[in-house]
Nanobody, 122 residues
Framework: QVQLVESGGGLVQSGGSLRLSCAASGRTFSYYVMGWFRQGPGKEREFVAAITWRGDSTYYADSVTGRFTISRDNAKNTVYLQMNSLKPEDTAVYYC???????????????WGQGTQVTVSS
């Protein structure tokens, strides 16, 4: 089992920045691919970003490329999502997820956090 707890969400104006954190506990964090997903009001959960277990490869949704950066610190069992140039359409509950294999498909992630709300005002 892997337990995940997100933090860092909040209310920010358009153009602002936030950094989300996801702290992991349980099985060895460094074995897992970590992903960030989000679910906006009335929308399906969508892929945002993912990072390999060593942190040597990252993947992004087109909608966030160039604005968001995923990173991890295996010594701290934590993955981060730095979000810059935020837009109102980034408003969503953001979830971190873990699995042993890399995927952009939420259904393929075994472990999930409870989510953190990000609201971007115009």
């Amino acid at each position: 089992q892997v337990q995940l707890v997100e933090s860092g969400g909040g209310l920010v104006q358009s153009g602002g920045s936030l950094r989300l954190s996801c702290a992991a506990s349980g099985r060895t964090f460094s074995y897992y691919v970590m992903g960030w997903f989000r679910q906006g009001p009335g929308k399906e959960r969508e892929f945002v970003a993912a990072i390999t277990w060593r942190g040597d490869s990252t993947y992004y949704a087109d909608s966030v490329t160039g604005r968001f950066t995923i990173s991890r610190d295996n010594a701290k069992n934590t993955v981060y999502l730095q979000m810059n140039s935020l837009k109102p359409e980034d408003t969503a509950v953001y979830y971190c997820a873990a699995d042993l294999t890399l995927s952009r498909n939420a259904d393929e992630y075994a472990y999930w956090g409870q989510g953190t709300q990000v609201t971007v005002s115009s």
